[in-house]
């Protein structure tokens, strides 16, 4: 029929458009494979709709499947369908212009009331990306009317493209690529099997391959949970994520309103540091009706939720232009704010009916929870309540309570809620500071991690109960010690404080009596807004030359220490025993906060005090 051949040409700005679609818009050659595979997958759901409401339908009982196959001699790829086929109208309307796609016209010719799933390809550019590898293209198709007509169309991708009758007995379209010299590693079974397994593992026909099907076409997301099992979920996270651990939990949604999409998310066994240290979350495969779009989506979770993995798939995914450009949808915001909405309720849920489970919960992902209260301001609360805390009240360090039962433990005269914070439950248990509210059996919450600095700098307060360190100078404690019969006369308090300010000069913000020991001499407070020593400690890792501020010094004139102190400065203030006492005395409260720059320092003040000792003890009858 070579003599009914028509040749037609692009519109000059078409074939700019054309060469920008095959040089720019795709960041990998392979995604051709997956357009073209989308397409069959159109034209097979539209037939299958069609053929509800048409009785007349050419090869009505032919399967609905898609067939790859490779030629390797002569460098050519085929994808063929029997879907809905075109006419001579439908390949110029949708093949001879460039983004103009004939599901979108489909979808328009419908009933509105009625709705049609599965329809990709609505805006007519994915053919074009053959191109890429294609040094020429032939497409053979035949409509389903039973008086139809076969065509070809072939192109070879330079302005131009030949449209001729041919005798085609069957219904659908076959696409066959010839490729260029340097995309000839395509045509390899192997290389169109994963490409298939990658990008088409979810179409719901069956993609065959040298007589085997190779996607899997049920995606798991989409089914309800009814036709899943525990086994399948395990299974499926394996093969999403390579690991070899069961999924710690796991989270089904099929949401309808206000957006519509599938997701399955999964929570790991354990986390690494390319985890735990990451800036974004990249966890989440993204899927347009089924057909993979984005392996690591950075825009559908929060970063504080980057531990969480699995698979979002949405049917309202506008497919502008290319399938790859939607990072910035909206339509994406609205589907990460229902999933963050939708993880902050399941974790509620199971700390509420799943103590225990819970528990493990926190220990694995808490520090992230913990970023979240800083970071997402929206669901501040929501995160709030999914805080939880070691404290003075619980036997270990392993057991937990939320800032809720906290509150609810509190005596009615208590305003603040108190914490301490510390590399371990074992350093802050020797925390010269805590000894008060051990004495009068105040909770405190014990904080181990770097980041429970900055949470407690920004969360500053909860349930109208400000929260504030055990260590700074501005804590709301009773003064039980004014009438007490142990502490030195105010005069001799006065005496001593006056002269271990006098010896400590600018190492100290200042030198006062205090309120809170009961068992240690002496301990340092911070100031009212000043950084914890824990977090200066951090500060100064980072940046050798961050100065440590200065502390005030805190004075137990009820201890022995400083009561023999009082009675050596009546006996000689100018004694050298007297400097290295306060010197220690200032050393040994550095060294429990952890600030002591050289405790090699301490060790011939050490020296001095073990020889007086001994001469002492030597001297007794």
Avoid at 39 to 63: E, G, H, R, Y
Avoid at 483 to 508: F, H
């Amino acid at each position: 029929m070579s003599e009914n051949k028509e040749i037609h040409e692009y519109q000059a700005e078409m074939q700019k458009v054309l060469d920008i679609l095959v040089h720019s818009l795709y960041t990998e050659r392979e995604i051709f494979l997956r357009e073209l595979i989308s397409n069959a997958s159109d034209a097979l759901s539209k037939i299958q709709f069609t053929t509800l409401t048409n009785p007349n339908i050419l090869d009505k009982d032919v399967p609905l499947e898609v067939k790859v196959s490779f030629n390797e001699e002569e460098k050519t790829i085929s994808i063929e369908d029997s879907g809905i086929g075109m006419n001579k109208e439908d390949i110029i309307g949708n093949i001879g212009k460039i983004a103009s796609s004939g599901t979108l016209k489909f979808i328009k010719s419908l009933d509105q009331k009625e709705k049609v799933d599965n329809l990709i390809g609505q805006f007519g550019v994915g053919f074009y990306s053959v191109f890429m590898v294609a040094k020429k293209v032939v497409l053979e198709t035949r409509s389903f009317d039973l008086e139809g007509q076969g065509w070809e169309w072939s192109s070879e991708g330079t302005g131009k493209y030949e449209l001729q009758p041919i005798e085609k007995t069957s219904r659908g379209t076959k696409i066959t690529v010839y490729l260029k010299e340097d995309a000839e590693d395509f045509c390899a079974e192997y290389r169109l099997e994963t490409i298939i397994k990658k990008y088409s593992d979810y179409v719901p026909f069956p993609v065959i391959l040298k007589d085997k099907t190779v996607n899997q076409v049920k995606a798991l997301w989409t089914l309800s949970k009814s036709e899943t099992t525990k086994e399948d979920y395990e299974k499926f996270y394996k093969q999403l994520t390579h690991d070899y651990k069961a999924p710690f939990h796991y989270q089904h949604l099929s949401i309808d309103a206000p957006i519509q999409y599938f997701s399955l998310l999964f929570l790991p066994e354990e986390i690494g540091n390319e985890v735990l240290y990451a800036r974004e979350s990249t966890g989440i495969s993204l899927y347009a009706q089924r057909i993979f779009i984005q392996n690591e989506n950075k825009n559908l979770l929060p970063s504080y939720f980057r531990f969480v993995r699995g698979v979002v798939d949405s049917e309202d995914l506008p497919l502008n232009v290319s399938r790859e450009n939607i990072q910035h949808n909206a339509l994406l915001e609205k589907i990460k704010k229902s999933l963050v909405s939708r993880l902050l309720k399941e974790f509620q849920n199971i700390s509420e009916t799943d103590v225990e489970k819970y528990q493990q919960i926190w220990k694995k992902y808490g520090i992230f929870l913990k970023e979240g209260v800083s970071s997402d301001f929206p669901n501040r609360q929501k995160l709030l309540e999914l805080l939880r805390f070691n404290s003075s009240t619980l036997d270990d360090a392993d057991q937990v309570t939320s800032l809720k039962d906290v509150v609810s433990r509190m005596r009615e005269e208590q305003k603040e809620i108190y914490y301490a914070i510390g590399p371990s439950r074992e350093a802050i248990l020797h925390n010269p500071n805590l000894e008060y509210f051990k004495e009068n059996g105040l909770e405190v919450l014990y904080l181990y991690e770097h980041v429970d600095d900055f949470l407690m700098m920004d969360l500053r307060e909860y349930d109208g109960k400000p929260l504030k360190s055990i260590s700074q100078a501005d804590i709301d404690i009773d003064d039980k010690k004014e009438d007490s019969k142990e502490a030195l006369p105010k005069a001799e308090s006065k005496t001593v404080i006056g002269y271990i300010k006098e010896q400590l000069g600018d190492k100290v913000a200042d030198v006062v009596e205090s309120k809170r020991l009961v068992g240690s001499p002496c301990t340092l407070m911070n100031a009212k807004d000043g950084m914890s020593s824990h977090m200066e400690k951090m500060m100064k890792a980072v940046n050798k030359d961050f100065e440590i501020s200065k502390r005030t010094l805190e004075i137990n004139t009820s201890h022995v220490m400083i009561k023999n102190m009082a009675d050596l400065l009546k006996k000689d203030k100018n004694s050298p025993f007297l400097k290295d006492y306060v010197e220690q005395l200032f050393n040994n409260a550095l060294l429990v906060e952890g600030l002591l720059d050289n405790p090699l320092e301490l060790l011939p003040r050490m020296y001095r005090f073990m020889e007086d000792a001994s001469k002492f003890h030597l001297d007794q009858p």
